[in-house]
């Protein structure tokens, strides 16, 4: 009895290291691809929207291989879910189409949770798939880009009116600021989507790091706080970006708008989620604790 235990274990661990070859030896291009397009700012525009792989895809791996020993001891269970999405999956990976062998990703992953451990395979991997499935690139921020004029609108006058009370001469007209002589137009890409995307991913993984994603009160507070944080954050930098163009410092604004002084802007903003997240910890827990002394007199 021990044997045939033994050997079915055996059976599984070689099962999933046949598998994770395979997908290695499929995505390992793609992945490569994505990695060294993110960081040296190589790939295209929508694509870059996408940047925050770079700490998701790691993170998600990490997650994976925590999660192996509770994988292992789950019971083989055989969904018909999951040959569907496997072959859809293969399909799109097949189909030689950018957008379909970047969502075939996704797909399989989904497709071999379910093949292999059924719905409690998925369960125990499910926020490892979602960081997988944010981060693979697709068309969505393309097709977002044309409902973006409101905020751009918004962004150019929030700037305006900020540089005005500096004591700059600045006219704005929709999404075009005149400061200088010059002109400064808040683009489609610089609305602050790509930062938006960034700060909602990130705070995604800060709720699960700290336990804190089970608590919806806690996740809304938080998620709504970094969404403010981030619009703000985008606000000050076009403010900075047009005071710098309409100045003349052309090398100041290269190095914040397309250098690496926008990344370490955006590090900073992020780095600010942390503190927050531990404010709205103790802030809701104390009203919590208050709220229970009150009962208790009561």
Same mark, same amino acid.
């Given at each position: 009895?021990?044997?045939? =235990?033994?050997?079915?274990?055996?059976l /599984?661990?070689?099962? /999933?290291?046949?598998?994770?070859?395979?997908?290695?030896l #499929?995505?390992?291009?793609i992945?490569?691809?994505?990695?060294? %397009?993110?960081?040296?700012?190589s790939?295209? *525009?929508?694509?870059?929207?996408?940047?925050?792989?770079?700490?998701?895809? &790691?993170?998600?791996?990490?997650?994976?291989?925590?999660?192996?020993?509770?994988?292992?001891?789950? &019971?083989?269970?055989?969904?018909?879910?999951?040959?569907?999405?496997?072959?859809?999956?293969?399909?799109?990976?097949?189909?030689?189409?950018?957008?379909?062998?970047?969502? /075939?990703?996704?797909?399989?992953?989904?497709?071999?949770? #379910?093949?292999?451990?059924?719905?409690?395979?998925?369960?125990?991997?499910?926020? &490892?798939?979602?960081?997988?499935?944010?981060? *693979?690139?697709?068309?969505?921020p393309?097709?977002?880009?044309?409902?973006t004029?409101?905020? !751009?609108?918004?962004?150019?006058?929030t700037?305006? @009116?900020?540089?005005?009370?500096?004591?700059?001469?600045?006219?704005?007209?929709?999404?075009?600021? @005149?400061?200088?002589?010059?002109?400064?137009?808040?683009?489609?890409?610089?609305? %602050?989507?790509?930062?938006?995307?960034?700060?909602?991913?990130?705070?995604l993984?800060?709720?699960?790091?700290?336990?804190?994603?089970?608590?919806? !009160?806690?996740?809304?507070?938080?998620?709504?706080?970094?969404?403010?944080?981030?619009?703000?954050? =985008?606000?000050?930098?076009?403010?900075?970006?047009?005071? @710098?163009?309409?100045?003349?410092?052309?090398?100041?604004?290269?190095w914040?708008?397309?250098?690496?002084?926008?990344d370490?802007?955006?590090?900073c903003?992020? #780095?600010?989620?942390?503190?927050?997240?531990?404010?709205?910890?103790?802030?809701?827990?104390?009203?919590?604790?208050?709220?229970?002394?009150?009962?208790?007199? =009561?």
């Amino acid at each position: 009895m021990m044997l045939l =235990n033994a050997k079915k274990i055996n059976l /599984s661990q070689l099962l /999933s290291i046949l598998i994770l070859l395979v997908l290695l030896l #499929l995505y390992a291009p793609i992945l490569i691809h994505w990695w060294d %397009g993110w960081l040296n700012k190589s790939i295209s *525009t929508e694509h870059e929207y996408f940047s925050h792989g770079i700490i998701g895809f &790691p993170f998600a791996a990490y997650l994976a291989w925590m999660n192996r020993k509770q994988w292992a001891r789950l &019971p083989n269970q055989t969904h018909p879910l999951g040959a569907i999405f496997l072959v859809l999956g293969g399909f799109f990976y097949i189909s030689g189409l950018t957008e379909w062998v970047n969502i /075939s990703l996704p797909i399989i992953l989904l497709g071999i949770c #379910l093949w292999v451990k059924g719905f409690s395979g998925l369960r125990l991997q499910m926020f &490892p798939w979602i960081l997988v499935f944010l981060a *693979t690139p697709n068309s969505i921020p393309y097709l977002i880009v044309p409902l973006t004029l409101p905020l !751009q609108s918004f962004i150019a006058g929030t700037a305006g @009116f900020i540089l005005n009370q500096l004591g700059m001469k600045v006219t704005v007209e929709g999404i075009n600021i @005149f400061v200088g002589g010059k002109i400064v137009e808040v683009a489609p890409y610089c609305a %602050g989507l790509k930062m938006l995307f960034t700060t909602l991913y990130v705070s995604l993984i800060l709720l699960y790091w700290t336990d804190t994603l089970s608590s919806r !009160q806690k996740s809304i507070w938080f998620l709504s706080i970094a969404v403010m944080v981030s619009v703000t954050a =985008n606000i000050i930098r076009n403010t900075i970006l047009t005071f @710098f163009h309409g100045t003349g410092q052309s090398a100041a604004f290269h190095w914040l708008h397309d250098g690496w002084g926008g990344d370490l802007y955006s590090a900073c903003m992020l #780095l600010v989620l942390i503190p927050i997240l531990n404010w709205i910890n103790k802030y809701l827990a104390s009203i919590s604790m208050m709220s229970k002394s009150e009962m208790e007199v =009561n």
